[in-house]
């Protein structure tokens, strides 16, 4: 930082009185060092804008003086001019090669040292101001960078979650009419049937000898068998249409369209829809046995959120980890691979909702891990992955709902992505 003031640096005591005062005449501030060694000390307390700095001194002279200088971060672009009685070419283009910018002769010529002077004293002063433009302008284009990703992000979320929602939502509305349906009848049914078996027993009752052809029909169909096994048929009709009642209801919860305020949501109710929908991708297949989900679920508030866009970092996260799974199997026969479980815990700790979903996959190293919410990072290959889900995760999570995502990994041994929700 500059300080405003001028260093000259001369052993001679007449020399320094001379161009000092040449300097004060136009009204700048001057400081003298009377050897080298005095003028590194000045400058390490305080940085002058300029440096008059005399070639010939007893100790360090003028040349390893400014070589220190130049070699040192904090004082290479403060310019220094030469002083110096020497005429030969050599002794000028040693000291313009350590990075003087001038040379002033002795004696002195008041007139051309202070123009020697104010010009570079200007140039200083135009290169600070360029530097301070070109970082502001970088500052102001790394930052319309960023908004333009963040916007983005948001477009691409927006877009995403408006589909699936659709996609979602009318699938769920599509079951729900036939299965209403399947349902509602299902009582009517098990009604009819009692009814009919009762008729049967008031007729066998009347008319115990129904005569040969009846009683023939009877054994062949089985009568007794069918008054105990059809009611169980029914109601395994009526327990499957319930669990298709389940099923939609879970498809509406995670498909919630998002409006522009917040909603009052269960968060376990968005966990289970979302393992629900990802329920086919967690069976077992031909490479891999199925992966457990673990749920141990705290005691939590519903809280005011977006409920379709935390449904959208549920399936992100758990999609991820299944994905880890998958790859993992690839490089391993199905008999050697260790269970693959997914564990999801939920708590409350101080003011905020936590929400852990941990794998014991492969992990990362911590390269990837300080990438792996960058936009467009991604380590699947090419046509599996657009490196934007972890982004929208984070974004959802801190500008939407003011919280937080993280991860911990160890190589290995498994990830941990923790949400953090503010309890409102």
């Not at 140039?123 to 930052?143: F, G, I, M, P």
Request: glycine share 6%; hydrophobic share 40%; aromatic share 4%.
């Amino acid at each position: 930082m500059s300080s405003g003031f001028i260093l000259v640096v001369d052993d001679n005591p007449t020399n320094l009185s001379v161009i000092s005062q040449a300097l004060r005449s136009v009204g700048w501030q001057v400081r003298i060092a009377v050897d080298g060694e005095d003028a590194l000390s000045k400058v390490a307390q305080k940085q002058p804008e300029l440096i008059l700095l005399d070639v010939q001194m007893p100790g360090i002279d003028g040349f390893e003086v400014c070589q220190r200088l130049k070699a040192d971060a904090a004082t290479a672009d403060i310019p220094v001019i030469f002083m110096t009685a020497l005429a030969d070419t050599a002794s000028k283009v040693k000291g313009l090669s350590l990075g003087a910018v001038d040379y002033i002769s002795k004696p002195f010529e008041q007139d051309e040292a202070i123009a020697r002077v104010r010009i570079h004293l200007q140039l200083r002063h135009l290169t600070h101001s360029l530097e301070q433009q070109v970082n502001d302008r970088t500052a102001q284009l790394n930052q319309a960078v960023e908004d333009l990703q963040q916007s983005q992000l948001r477009i691409i979320q927006s877009e995403k979650m408006s589909a699936l929602g659709n996609l979602v939502a009318g699938v769920a509305h599509e079951i729900n009419n036939p299965i209403g349906c399947i349902v509602g009848n299902v009582q009517c049914v098990q009604a009819s049937i009692k009814d009919l078996f009762g008729i049967i027993d008031l007729y066998q009752k009347k008319f115990p000898q129904p005569g040969t052809e009846i009683e023939d029909e009877l054994e062949n169909v089985d009568l007794e068998y069918l008054r105990e096994d059809l009611p169980k048929l029914v109601k395994a009709m009526q327990n499957g249409g319930d669990r298709i009642t389940s099923i939609s209801k879970s498809l509406r919860t995670f498909s919630r369209a998002d409006t522009d305020h917040k909603q009052c949501f269960n968060l376990h109710e968005g966990i289970d829809s979302t393992i629900l929908i990802l329920r086919h991708r967690l069976k077992a297949n031909e490479y891999r046995p199925e992966i457990q989900v673990v749920t141990n679920y705290g005691q939590l508030p519903d809280i005011d959120c977006f409920p379709g866009q935390l449904n959208q970092v549920f399936m992100n996260l758990l999609a991820n980890a299944i994905d880890i799974f998958d790859e993992m199997a690839q490089t391993q026969s199905f008999e050697t691979i260790e269970p693959q479980v997914i564990t999801i815990s939920t708590a409350i700790i101080t003011d905020r909702v936590r929400v852990n979903i941990h794998d014991n996959g492969a992990g990362m190293n911590e390269v990837i891990k300080a990438k792996i919410f960058d936009h467009l990072f991604t380590t699947k290959d090419v046509g599996k992955g657009t490196g934007l889900g972890l982004a929208i995760a984070r974004q959802i999570i801190a500008d939407k709902h003011d919280g937080e995502l993280t991860v911990e990994s160890i190589l290995g041994q498994g990830t941990t992505f923790t949400i953090a929700l503010p309890i409102v």
